[in-house]
């Protein structure tokens, strides 16, 4: 288990991290998901050891590693650019933790081949220069060269970033298999929402330094515990409070149209707008103003008289709506997501 | 990974660095600069203006301050105008045969300084090559008349316009193209394109080369000295003549600090200019630059004409000092080329006579004490200054660049001065007059570049290599020895090169603080060029010169030429061999095989 309590990390008079707690259980895949300058690094180097505490305790498995060097936390991490040794061979650079660690040549040989295997690098590969592969072979031999030591717990320090979309998707599958395959507490670290819902079992949700939500990925996203981390993971509609109004008028007088409320795209219905009206849920009438397709989906903005909302429709191959057809949006009430009064002052 | 200050005072090996450096600063780069300033002002241990009252009534130390700034501000012009049509013509403009005029013109890359000097003398001088077929068409003009001012600002020009050809080539290359073609859609004819889209835009780089070039001038030593004659004398070889008399050593400090002063101001500028005027591309995808035909017919065959005159000018005095190297002394006094007098006697007698050798060994054997010990220093120093950064080792910083803002005179005469009795800084020995002021005059020397150039390598180094490094469980000196200098290695082995192709020909602080029995190349060849009647020696110069040209042509070869900074960037590749047959024994294998796979992975590991 990880622990951070009451962690303060400054960099001269900015306060990075300014009162850190966050507990990171064993053998689960843990993200820190956030914007670029959010501090999710900060605290993944700080658990690492380059950065030290100004104030605050982080424990490792009960034990306090705040002062202690990297190496001595059993951690194993991979940096964004692999931090691949480039005048070392891929077996050398596997292997170099093992020779600092004077681990015997025949130990040192039957661990880099064991994991090597792991990693899906052939015998070939193992003899060129790391800057022979490609980047999704160099990711190998940075997970290859952080397990090999058989760390208690792996860092990833957005692993993925430097790859092409459709490797980058691959790599997703391998990793989170590769993790549980060794059964590793791993601290993932990325700003893409995607690669957090898909891999992680639990994630933190951080801006500017504080954690604004922590929770399994169906609870970050349906369940969005505030407006940030509405905003910023999924893609939501921002509601006026004439629309909250209609549909507060079915079902919906738990909502407050003076704050702030939102609904997930993929929770708007678009209909027709001569198909049989549910008296069910609120409707509201609209012109579809543009749509984008997908593939697999289109995604429609839609005028209403109440502003602007936007939803999306799988695709049957029927063509769908096209801009300047009349349309009806469906909200179910429990699907809005509402959040104390922003910190813009209420959505017009 | 920035350490600070109690981070360097807890690492052991940067703390005796830091030791050595001290010393070393202290010792040879502001005690010398201190005793100059007191050998001018404080004499007698009272402050005294008598050196600067006797200098400003020194009527030739005053012509001779007068020549030098003259000399500068002609050169600015001279090497500008020639150094920006050479690189035009060959980068930018669409000339025939462009590769080989380049050629011509780079030779003074691979031929400078002293050498370069006498290669001019030999073909326009008294008894010179292009003299005596001058004089078959002019008979009445006189023999002499590649002396003064003219023939200094004519040679130096040449001699000055590799700044061009390396840094406004490399910044014209990188104008982007779409620029060019934008101009173009709206109408802008070549010059136009040329004088108000691609000349701004390197304007920042002519006023850096220009005050370079304007520092050269001033501290020129080897072309006034050897061509300037009793009508031209310049500030350099001024304070050498005033340095080797003790009674006007006085006199020769002064004007050591004048130029030193100048020095500083103009890098002041020039460093004013660089941060207020680099232009960078905004393009987010810039298009390599395309050359440009130059569309008026007369045009086109004036720049043709002057491109091609110019290289007649660059290269006729290497291709005919190499030709003459084959030929006896006889053919190269009379400056005839006869079929019967090529001889390979010249070179023999250079690889086989011990006395026309020593220079050669002197000028190499210098070279490589001065570029060892200075690579191997501030391999340490420049991972010192780059990773602490703190008050201290950003002053430290600063005095290492010390030579780089002082010309060489002004170095040499503070070691002279300094040392010239026994100073306890250095084990109360007497140092000028010994074989080991001249190396540490070479090694300070190149301080500034080699500093400059590995704190650069150590800098583009990653941070997150060390973190890795760290995490694995390396310390500061395995991460140092293991990943650290394999990676600057490359650019280590290239600066090695470049200072050691650098010292090989140097005469300007030679000819200070050379042993008079261990005289160096530079100082043999300048002697050569002194003499009235041509001799063996003359032939030995010109093998000297040759064997330079072929060292420094492979050099920046192998430093520059083999793919862009190839040189540089060149990473230490693993022995794929090693480690293939660390792998050829699998795991299911007997014992026996597996263990000298181990043994195998141990030399791998090794390396």
């Known amino acids: ?290 749509r984008h397709y997908h593939g697999v989906y289109s995604s429609y903005r839609v005028e209403t008289d109440r502003g602007m909302l936007r939803g999306i429709l799988q695709e049957d191959g029927r063509g769908g709506f096209q801009p300047g057809d009349p349309v009806r949006l469906l909200v179910n009430p429990d699907d809005v997501l509402q959040y104390g009064v922003s910190r813009y002052g209420v959505a017009s | 990974m920035n350490g600070s200050l109690k981070q360097l005072l807890r690492s052991p090996l940067f703390l005796v660095v830091a030791a050595v450096l001290l010393w070393f600063s202290v010792t040879f780069l502001i005690y010398p600069n201190l005793t100059l300033l007191g050998t001018v002002f404080m004499p007698e241990g009272q402050l005294s203006f008598d050196a600067i009252r006797r200098l400003m009534s020194s009527q030739r130390a005053m012509e001779s301050l007068r020549n030098s700034f003259l000399l500068a501000v002609i050169l600015s012009v001279t090497v500008n105008a020639v150094g920006i049509f050479i690189v035009l013509a060959t980068r930018y403009f669409d000339i025939k045969g462009a590769r080989v005029l380049w050629l011509g013109y780079a030779s003074t890359l691979i031929y400078g300084g002293i050498v370069l000097v006498a290669g001019y003398k030999f073909l326009y001088g008294d008894s010179g090559f292009i003299t005596r077929l001058l004089l078959n068409v002019f008979p009445g003009m006189s023999a002499s008349w590649f002396t003064g001012m003219f023939a200094v600002v004519f040679v130096m020009t040449f001699a000055c316009t590799g700044n061009h050809l390396l840094f406004f080539g490399n910044a014209l290359a990188k104008v982007d193209f779409q620029t060019i073609e934008a101009a173009r859609m709206m109408g802008a004819s070549s010059w136009k394109v040329l004088r108000s889209i691609v000349l701004p835009t390197l304007m920042p780089m002519v006023y850096a080369i220009t005050i370079l070039t304007f520092l050269g001038g001033l501290s020129a030593l080897a072309a006034p000295q050897v061509l300037g004659g009793e009508d031209f004398q310049t500030v350099t070889p001024m304070i050498l003549t005033f340095a ?187 140092l000028t007059g010994t074989l080991a002021i001249l190396a540490i005059a070479y090694v300070i020397g190149k301080i500034p570049f080699t500093l400059r150039m590995l704190k650069a390598a150590f800098a583009a180094v990653p941070d997150q290599l060390e973190e890795a490094a760290a ?58 060029t002194s003499n009235d009647t041509l001799t063996d020696t003359t032939a030995l110069t010109f093998v000297y010169t040759v064997i330079l040209m072929a060292i420094t042509g492979v050099t920046m070869w192998l430093v520059y030429g083999r793919g862009a900074g190839s040189g540089v960037s060149r990473r230490r590749r693993p022995s794929p061999k090693a480690t293939k047959a660390l792998l050829s024994a699998s795991p299911e294998a007997a014992r026996e095989p597996r263990e000298l796979a181990a043994a195998g992975a141990a030399n791998t590991l090794e390396k």
């Not at chain 1, 008296?279 to 103003?289: C, K, N, Y």
């Not at chain 2, 280590?492 to 010292?503: G, Q, R």
Request: hydrophobic share 45%; aromatic share 8%; with cysteine.
């Open chain 2, 471 to 528: 995490i694995l469980g390396a310390g500061s000196f395995t991460t140092f020895r293991r990943i650290l200098l394999p990676i600057v290695a490359p650019t280590a082995a290239a600066v090695a090169a470049l200072n050691f192709n650098h010292l090989l020909d140097d005469y300007d602080t030679a000819v200070f603080l050379a042993h008079p029995l261990y005289q160096p190349l530079g100082i043999v060849i300048k002697n050569a």
């Open chain 2, 244 to 430: 080797n008399a003790p009674s006007s050593r006085d006199l020769a400090a002064t004007l050591a600090m004048i130029l030193g002063l100048s020095t500083i101001v103009l890098l002041a500028v020039m460093n004013r200019l660089e941060k207020g005027g680099t232009y960078f591309s905004v393009s987010k995808v810039p298009v390599f630059l395309q050359k440009q035909k130059i569309e008026n017919p007369v045009a086109n065959v004036v720049v043709h004409a002057v491109a091609y005159a110019l290289f007649a000018v660059y290269a006729l005095p290497p291709v005919l000092i190499v030709i003459f190297s084959f030929t006896d002394a006889a053919s190269i006094q009379s400056a005839t080329l006869d079929p019967g007098s090529f001889t390979l006697n010249n070179y023999l007698r250079v690889f086989t006579d011990y006395s026309a050798l020593w220079p050669f060994l002197v000028s190499i054997g210098y070279s490589a004490v001065a570029t060892t010990v200075v690579v191997f220093g501030l391999l340490f120093v420049a991972r010192l200054v780059q990773k602490f950064r703190n008050p201290a080792t950003a002053a430290i910083e600063y005095i290492l660049h010390i030579p780089w803002i002082l010309p060489s005179t002004m170095v040499a005469l503070g070691l002279i001065v300094t040392f010239d009795h026994s100073e306890w800084l250095v084990g109360n020995i007497v």
């Open chain 1, 1 to 290: 288990m990880i622990t951070f309590e009451n962690v303060e990390i400054r960099f001269g008079d900015f306060v990075a991290l300014p009162d850190y707690q966050l507990t990171v259980e064993e053998g689960e895949f843990f993200t820190l998901l956030g914007p670029s300058g959010c501090g999710k690094s900060t605290a993944l180097r700080a658990l690492a050891g380059f950065i030290q505490p100004s104030r605050g305790d982080i424990r490792i498995g009960g034990k306090r590693v705040t002062h202690l060097p990297s190496h001595r936390r059993e951690i194993g991490m991979v940096f964004q650019s692999y931090a691949l040794f480039p005048t070392l061979s891929v077996w050398e650079n596997i292997a170099f933790g093992l020779k600092v660690a004077k681990v015997s040549k025949a130990e040192t040989m039957e661990r880099v081949r064991e994991i090597a295997r792991e990693v899906n690098l052939s015998d070939e590969q193992l003899a060129k220069s790391v800057t022979d592969l490609s980047g999704g072979q160099q990711q190998r031999v940075a997970i290859a060269r952080a397990l090999v030591l058989r760390p208690k717990i792996l860092l990833l320090d957005e692993p993925l970033s430097n790859l092409d979309a459709k490797l980058r998707h691959q790599l997703r599958a391998q990793l989170k298999d590769l993790q549980q395959e060794f059964g590793i507490t791993t601290v993932y670290v990325t700003h893409d929402q995607d690669e957090a819902l898909t891999m992680s079992d639990r994630i933190a949700v951080m801006n500017n330094g504080r954690i604004e939500q922590v929770g399994t990925p169906q609870d970050v996203y349906t369940r969005s515990a505030t407006e940030f981390v509405c905003n910023f993971v999924g893609d939501a509609n921002k509601l006026s409070p004439a629309t909250v109004q209609v549909v507060m008028r079915d079902g919906g007088s738990h909502l407050d149209p003076a704050r702030p409320a939102y609904v997930r795209i993929e929770k708007v219905r678009i209909e027709a707008a001569d198909t049989a009206a549910s008296a069910a849920v609120p409707a509201l009438a609209g012109r579809v103003s543009s």
